[in-house]
């Protein structure tokens, strides 16, 4: 059964770097059957995707986000990273990570971690 | 930008039917798949490539695509049912999610 868990820092300051990781069980990044994707949803909206990586460490971004977002792998750990450059309080969310299923345009999200909360405040 | 068009909310009666639609230009040229997020939990995948159930799910949960729709279908809704839906496709190598609609069961 494959599980995936975020970690990383509940707050962050405004202007600086988010940073999380997420690691993967059940499962090897190294096996390039998949994407490995972030996604995000502030307090009592919807869900907004940030961007995926492919364990070769290709990726695709949400438009909105390129500038500031950056998704990596380390398939030894079997952990994928997410960093997001410049906070504001607009970054406030819950960030999940979740495996990617990409078939050329067929794609979806399973499964998905439990979430970690980072609130952006001074 | 493409943009996925979902109701803000649907009530249903325990034991009826449920219709949660998702709209877009040429959405039926897509692939759709549809997510259950109940309160305070992680979302999880009900339907992948438009009609697709994920192993272990209840058959009552269908989906399906025409034209300009994508419909999530839940037959004999159950009380546990109620959740915030999402939509999801792929366009212009992005993944794209509709606003979420919240079924109320009562």
């Known amino acids: 059964q494959v599980q995936l868990q975020e970690s990383g820092p509940g707050l962050v300051k405004p202007s600086q770097t988010l940073s999380l990781i997420c690691t993967v069980s059940?499962?090897?990044?190294?096996?390039?059957?998949?994407?490995w994707s972030w996604i995000r949803q502030p307090p009592g909206k919807g869900l907004e995707w940030i961007g995926y990586s492919y364990y070769r460490g290709r990726s695709y971004y949400n438009l909105s986000l390129k500038s500031r977002v950056t998704i990596s792998v380390d398939t030894s750990k079997d952990q994928f990273f997410l960093k997001l450059n410049s906070v504001t309080a607009a970054d406030t969310a819950v960030y999940y990570c979740?495996?990617?299923?990409?078939?050329?345009?067929?794609?979806?999200?399973?499964?998905w971690g439990q979430g970690t909360l980072v609130t952006v405040s001074s | 930008s493409y943009d996925l068009s979902q109701p803000p909310s649907v009530s249903v009666s325990p034991g009826q039917t449920a219709s949660i639609t998702c709209s877009a230009d040429?959405?039926?040229?897509?692939?759709v798949s549809w997510y259950q997020q109940k309160a305070g939990q992680s979302p999880m995948l009900i339907i992948y490539q438009d009609s697709n159930r994920p192993s272990g799910l209840p058959e009552r949960f269908s989906g399906s695509t025409s034209g300009n729709s994508a419909t999530l279908t839940i037959s004999g809704t159950q009380t546990m049912d109620e959740a915030d839906y999402y939509c999801?496709?792929?366009?212009?190598?992005?993944?794209?999610f509709g606003g979420g609609t919240k079924l109320t069961v009562l």
């Open positions: 979740a495996r990617c299923f990409s078939i050329g345009d067929q794609v979806w999200l399973d499964p």
């Open positions: 999801q496709a792929w366009d212009s190598s992005t993944v794209i």
């Open positions: 040429k959405l039926g040229n897509k692939y």
């Open positions: 059940g499962a090897s990044i190294g096996s390039g059957e998949y994407y």
